[in-house]
């Protein structure tokens, strides 16, 4: 049984509270309180994210925040996570929610190297601020942030505990106040450099996530490689060598620093790394602001970009361009233009495609044929009233109808337009939803309230505050009177 379970510090780890919870409630064995707390009692706490936890463990956890904020505002999710494309960043956000083990394959958790162990760490003037302010240290997500060395709040270097992250650590909740010990002093940072590193990090950290942006880090920062040295304006290749060259000198007094080659730059601006740590440093580097790296945006593309990009991805996969001609329905010789436009000539000249090969697609048609199965799509998302209601997106009807990625944008006008005119705002879908919740609330013959809407639709209370103004576009008034109410409860 759960009882007493202790409300969570600003930035405070989720094991760390769990390890509060442990010390606190008189157990007085370790696996007595596993019992309690996990589905497995076996398991070992998972001191960056989360573990299976039992139902009395959950609703304790959730007490006061939703379970998004936990994994947003309490565990490492913003670190390994944020910088993920999009889909992927989606799957492991939703594991970490439904508590699913997967996250790790979907997460980019760099694994040890030469038998290094990571501990827990800690700022010893946060620590002495913690007791002072709480009356206890506890364990400090941006401590735990890999590359980061220096305190951002107080530039004294960080201390390794002896509370080891490792999956051959004995299963065990060892709170901070217990590992921390008050006879050291603070050692202070005289590295400039590593001190604007580590506030940048943790400012770039503590942000909201936005788990559905579309944009991706290596094309954020190539686009702002743009007005400086490293790009030109129109061009699209990039001064690679200076980058690396200048790069270097500018981090020479960053210690411990091993993103130093130019291989690695490369391969975050092809998305093919993702570490929190090297695109932070990429971004400083270019003059980015955290509030500009958090929220990523690049200009509006044309139609016409959109089909440039798609026959550049195409080539890079190592189609010709009589084939990709083919794939898109493009007359072959747009495709062959546009492509030498970025790639040159090839030095052997393609054959030109015979007249008995594939026809043309005849899009006004198929645009004609797939609009009725756009509208069916369309419904299917918007819910029947009995299911629970989708965001009406171009991705999400390409889903169900099992389209290619961006078919509809360049290619299917009418369907287009169609799914523009259901398109809504953010807070119009959650008053949508909460509608829904509080229908399926009332036919099941129980009391309306929050805490049941919550768990319904797994909505922060600050999205349900946002969303009322629009609740009656999708309720009654009598059942939106009653959702309204919910807050002065």
Known sequence: MIASFPTAYPDELLYSQLARYYTKSGYMAYSFAA??????????????????????????????????EVIEKHTMFPCYGRFLPKERRQKAFQSLIAMKGNYHNLLPIPQSKNGEVRCLRYCLACAANDREQYGEAYWHRIHQIIGIHVCPVHQCYLMDSSVMISGKATPSLKTAEEMITQSKSCVFADNEIESRVAAYMAEVFQADVDVDSCVTVGEFLHFKMAYTKYRSVRGEQRNIA?????????????????FTELWQIQKVLTNDRVNFYEICLMAMFLGITAEKLVHMELPGKTQQQLFDEEIYRLHEQGLKYPAI?????????????????????????????????VKPRDWRQIDEDTLPLVKTAIRQLQGDGTTRPKKVTVFAVEKILHLSSKKISLHLPKCLAEIKRHEELQEQYWAREVAWAARQIEDSGVTLTWRKI???TNMRRRDFEACLPYVHNYADSELAGQIIHLLKI
Not at 242 to 258: D, V
């Open 35 to 68: 019992e309690d707390l996990f589905v497995s009692k076996t398991v070992r706490p998972d001191m960056d994210f989360i573990n299976t936890y039992t139902p009395g463990a959950l609703q304790a956890i959730t007490r006061d925040i939703s379970m998004e």
């Open 242 to 258: 200076l980058f690396h060259k200048n790069f270097k000198e500018y981090y020479m007094a960053l210690s411990q620093n091993r």
């Open 325 to 357: 001609a083919k794939a898109l329905g493009a007359p072959y010789v747009t495709v062959k233009a546009i492509g030498e436009r970025r790639y040159g000539t090839y030095r052997k000249t393609p054959k030109t495609p015979l007249k008995s090969g």
């Open 454 to 456: 919550r768990d319904l």
